[in-house]
């Protein structure tokens, strides 16, 4: 058995790093097969976490402890995901370095809490965000695509590198039909837009909010309302894009004016159009990559920020599509051969 000493700023930062009822302790203890136990250092008098263990788990749970020390360090609250969220890094052997995370604050909400990056994906998106004119962020639910999106259009606006914030989706049916829910066509489209209400809610405020639709400074639409038009001075983000047609994305890109920006977000496994029907979204992916000027990023399972179990959904489905497809190929080439054998 092996022992090592990681050094916590202060008995307080310890408790932190455990957490309440030691449920991030006990993460550890189980993803690295280690014991964690509080201790004093005898020589320096020092707060520490003592790792007992197999000499290569209580070095990768030492390194976890490190980095949950730095985000301690920032401010920042170690939660069960953040904590869930180390650990998938060091089993997965990455490089990715999720130190710093908290250290570059993306936007201020309305009551004054700091919107940051929770992972080492949702950094490279923004960093592509800023980078580019035109950005993919394509992803599985629950990594922030959208969210950060509508962060860095608010802070564009109140920065006034933007005139107006434009926020547009498909108005794509996923199992119900559009003629049958009440009221006129506001009504009708207001569920497919409630998630970009929801984010704008929390970075400027209900008042705020109000005010600026008022101006005619953030527009929110359906797709079918962007034709025609030419969008200067513009921060636009097209949310659920999978469920785009080919000429739908192709209008929408097209409409990008004078000094614009344009974030388009969508995840290929959820894709509502009807069967047999490409994606524009896909397409654009695969044509648009290597032109100066758009950013292509996609973010991993990994950096799911809602709760760890959407994270194990993911990666099932995930799992059960992969498994589907090599079962295909085997049945297909399987009858090809067939037919080979009766000529």
Same mark, same amino acid.
């Given at each position: 058995m092996t022992e090592k000493i990681v050094f916590t700023a202060s008995n307080d930062a310890t408790a932190a790093?455990?957490?309440?009822?030691?449920?991030?302790?006990?993460?550890?203890?189980?993803?690295?097969?280690?014991?964690?136990? +509080?201790?004093?250092?005898?020589?320096?008098d020092a707060d520490a976490i003592t790792v007992t263990g197999e000499a290569e788990n209580v070095e990768r749970a030492a390194r976890a402890l490190e980095y949950m020390k730095h985000m301690c360090g920032d401010g920042e609250t170690v939660s069960e995901l953040s904590t869930e969220y180390v650990v998938s890094l060091i089993q997965d052997n990455s490089d990715e370095n999720p130190e710093n995370l908290s250290r570059?604050?993306?936007?201020?909400?309305?009551r004054g809490k700091a919107i940051?990056?929770?992972?080492?994906?949702?950094?490279?998106?923004?960093?592509?965000?800023?980078?580019?004119?035109?950005?993919?962020?394509?992803?599985?639910?629950?990594?922030?695509?959208?969210?950060?999106?509508?962060?860095?259009?608010?802070?564009?606006?109140?920065? #006034?590198?933007?005139?107006?914030?434009?926020?547009?989706?498909?108005?794509?049916?996923?199992?119900?039909r559009l003629g049958f829910l009440p009221g006129d066509l506001q009504s009708k489209i207001d569920p497919y837009l409630r998630p970009l209400y929801d984010a704008l809610?929390?970075?400027?405020?209900?008042? +705020?909010?109000?005010?600026?639709?008022?101006r005619g400074t953030i527009e929110i639409a359906p797709l079918a309302y962007m034709r025609g038009r030419t969008l200067d001075d513009s921060f636009i983000i097209l949310d659920e894009a999978q469920n785009t047609t080919p000429e739908q994305m192709k209008m929408f890109l097209?409409?990008?004016?004078?000094?614009?920006?344009?974030?388009?977000?969508?995840?290929?496994s959820q894709t509502d159009?009807?069967?047999?029907?490409?994606?524009?979204?896909?397409?654009?992916? #695969?044509?648009?990559?290597?032109?100066?000027?758009?950013?292509?990023?996609?973010?991993?399972?990994?950096?799911?920020?809602?709760?760890?179990?959407?994270?194990?959904?993911?990666?099932?489905?995930?799992?059960?599509?992969?498994?589907?497809?090599?079962?295909?190929? #085997?049945?297909?080439? #399987?009858?090809?051969g067939r037919g080979k054998d009766g000529q």
């Open positions: 790093i455990f957490g309440a009822f030691d449920v991030n302790a006990k993460i550890i203890e189980r993803a690295f097969d280690v014991r964690l136990t +509080n201790s004093t250092h005898a020589s320096t570059d604050v993306i936007c201020i909400t309305s940051k990056a929770k992972t080492v994906g949702q950094r490279k998106y923004v960093d592509t965000i800023k980078k580019n004119t035109v950005i993919l962020g394509l992803g599985p639910a629950g990594t922030g695509k959208t969210f950060l999106a509508v962060a860095m259009a608010v802070e564009a606006l109140r920065n #006034k590198n933007v005139s107006r914030i434009i926020l547009t989706r498909p108005a794509v049916e996923a199992g119900e809610f929390e970075m400027l405020g209900p008042e +705020n909010y109000q005010r600026h639709m008022e097209t409409r990008l004016g004078y000094n614009s920006k344009a974030v388009v977000t969508g995840d290929l159009l009807p069967f047999g029907k490409k994606s524009g979204l896909s397409i654009a992916a #695969k044509i648009l990559g290597g032109i100066e000027g758009i950013g292509i990023f996609e973010f991993s399972e990994r950096d799911v920020v809602r709760h760890h179990l959407v994270r194990k959904i993911i990666s099932a489905y995930d799992s059960y599509e992969r498994e589907r497809a090599a079962n295909k190929f #085997k049945t297909e080439a #399987k009858g090809s």
